[in-house]
């Protein structure tokens, strides 16, 4: 038995950044030997198994023949007589197909670091074709190599267009593709993820709504200008994605455009937190950067809108989207700050004590919160 660590481990090692998770292989051993040793078996019939101590995940060497659609129409054969090379050979780009013995020698069978030193996306073998997921994976790490001046290799591009061009994409389940999007926008440049996916035909077929973006705007000019400026402000991608969003409904009516996120949202099945924010972002992203000189009955309307009174927390994010899209000003929190400040001091009981009740007591609330919003 013989055990490497294999995958993003060894790629970020080599490129000196941070390694959070460590996968391993497993070479001349059974699904029998490994659960002698302790290790769970993370399914019934995938060769995984995680280690009884440090939880961390070791898989048999196994070959895998396409036997369906989609990422999951694989079959798949662990043996101990599966080499390590024939492993690697599976894995779709050549800098995630390397290993790293015990001894710390790196076994590099497709030249991954040659492609890391060149700063290369390219794929190990044919077999790439035949797992659409890979179409997104790859613009995902072009997103997050993209400042190192990594670049997809014409031949992969050209596979991942084939892929476009055929069925496979459809047949990707919402959660997959959702998971490598939300982890994509949350990289150093998510601009990068769109406009790959772009080039290759994946958008036409998984994000239709992000056509738009690039039929007015042929080179993404104005999209990449909004992600640059919000993605250092964004949490795991969110105001990325409200900006995104925002832009690919820019030419709709207000209620067109929320019902375009409702529906991209569900077919996605993304969090609740992101359809919300981004459909508050698209609705009043203009009117929050004209706010000094809006009347006091709109601005609150704005407030009584994004439920600002009780949900406070949530205007940061949106003023992030505000600065990105519409170049707000800095100071415009700081307003918002002494604003909800002062209505949130005009307490009902005062209110009570001075005769109001009822209708009557709702209506007057409304008429003083207007008034301090008229002042600020």
Same mark, same amino acid.
């Given at each position: 038995?013989?055990?490497?660590?294999?995958?993003?481990?060894?790629?970020?090692?080599?490129?000196?950044?941070?390694?959070?998770?460590?996968?391993?292989?497993?070479?001349?051993?059974?699904?029998?030997?490994?659960?002698?040793?302790?290790?769970?078996?993370?399914?019934?019939?995938?060769?995984?198994?995680?280690?009884?101590?440090?939880?961390?995940?070791?898989?048999?060497?196994?070959?895998?023949?396409?036997?369906?659609?989609?990422?999951?129409?694989?079959?798949?054969?662990?043996?101990?007589?599966?080499?390590?090379?024939?492993?690697?050979?599976?894995?779709?780009?050549?800098?995630?197909?390397?290993?790293?013995?015990?001894?710390?020698?790196?076994?590099?069978?497709?030249?991954?670091?040659? $492609?890391?030193?060149?700063?290369?996306? #390219?794929?190990? &073998?044919?077999?790439? +074709?035949?797992?659409? *997921?890979?179409?997104? @994976? /790859?613009?995902?790490?072009?997103?997050?190599?993209?400042?190192?001046?990594?670049?997809?290799? $014409?031949?992969?591009?050209?596979?991942? #267009?084939?892929? &476009?061009?055929?069925? +496979?994409?459809?047949? *990707?389940?919402?959660? @997959? /593709?959702?998971?490598?999007?939300?982890?994509?926008?949350?990289?150093?440049?998510?601009?990068?993820?769109?406009?790959?996916?772009?080039?290759?035909?994946?958008?036409?077929?998984?994000?239709?709504?992000?056509?738009?973006?690039?039929?007015?705007?042929?080179?993404?000019?104005?999209?990449?200008?909004?992600?640059?400026?919000?993605?250092?402000?964004?949490?795991?991608?969110?105001?990325?994605?409200?900006?995104?969003?925002?832009?690919?409904?820019?030419?709709?009516?207000?209620?067109?455009?929320?019902?375009?996120?409702?529906?991209?949202?569900?077919?996605?099945?993304?969090?609740?937190?992101?359809?919300?924010?981004?459909?508050?972002?698209?609705?009043?992203?203009?009117?929050?950067?004209?706010?000094?000189?809006?009347?006091?009955?709109?601005?609150?309307?704005?407030?009584?809108?994004?439920?600002?009174?009780?949900?406070?927390?949530?205007?940061?994010?949106?003023?992030?989207?505000?600065?990105?899209?519409?170049?707000?000003?800095?100071?415009?929190?700081?307003?918002?700050?002494?604003?909800?400040?002062?209505?949130?001091?005009?307490?009902?009981?005062?209110?009570?004590?001075?005769?109001?009740?009822?209708?009557?007591?709702?209506?007057?609330?409304?008429?003083?919160?207007?008034?301090?919003?008229?002042?600020?």
């Amino acid at each position: 038995m013989q055990i490497y660590l294999v995958g993003g481990a060894v790629r970020d090692q080599l490129l000196n950044f941070p390694v959070y998770d460590k996968d391993w292989v497993v070479v001349g051993a059974t699904a029998e030997q490994m659960l002698e040793q302790g290790f769970q078996p993370v399914g019934k019939d995938f060769p995984v198994f995680i280690h009884p101590k440090t939880g961390e995940e070791y898989a048999l060497a196994r070959t895998e023949r396409k036997s369906g659609k989609g990422y999951t129409g694989f079959q798949y054969f662990a043996a101990p007589d599966v080499t390590l090379e024939e492993d690697l050979c599976r894995r779709d780009l050549t800098i995630n197909a390397m290993a790293q013995s015990e001894e710390g020698e790196i076994i590099d069978p497709y030249h991954g670091r040659q $492609d890391l030193e060149q700063r290369i996306l #390219r794929h190990v &073998s044919p077999a790439f +074709e035949e797992d659409p *997921l890979r179409v997104l @994976r /790859v613009a995902r790490f072009a997103a997050r190599y993209e400042h190192l001046g990594f670049q997809v290799a $014409d031949e992969t591009l050209q596979l991942m #267009r084939k892929l &476009s061009e055929s069925d +496979e994409l459809e047949h *990707l389940t919402a959660e @997959r /593709v959702w998971k490598e999007t939300e982890r994509a926008l949350a990289e150093d440049t998510p601009y990068t993820y769109i406009d790959l996916l772009q080039r290759c035909g994946a958008n036409a077929v998984l994000f239709p709504e992000w056509q738009s973006l690039f039929s007015s705007d042929a080179d993404g000019t104005r999209l990449n200008e909004v992600l640059r400026a919000v993605q250092p402000l964004s949490t795991g991608g969110l105001e990325v994605f409200s900006c995104l969003m925002a832009l690919a409904t820019a030419q709709q009516t207000t209620e067109q455009a929320a019902e375009q996120i409702q529906d991209f949202c569900q077919r996605l099945r993304t969090p609740k937190a992101w359809q919300e924010q981004a459909q508050q972002v698209r609705r009043w992203h203009t009117a929050l950067s004209q706010f000094d000189q809006l009347s006091g009955p709109e601005r609150f309307e704005i407030i009584q809108a994004l439920d600002l009174l009780r949900r406070p927390q949530r205007l940061v994010g949106i003023l992030h989207c505000c600065r990105a899209l519409d170049n707000t000003s800095e100071k415009l929190a700081d307003t918002f700050e002494a604003l909800l400040e002062r209505l949130n001091a005009l307490m009902p009981a005062e209110l009570i004590k001075e005769g109001f009740k009822g209708k009557a007591l709702g209506e007057e609330i409304a008429r003083r919160r207007t008034e301090i919003c008229s002042r600020i």
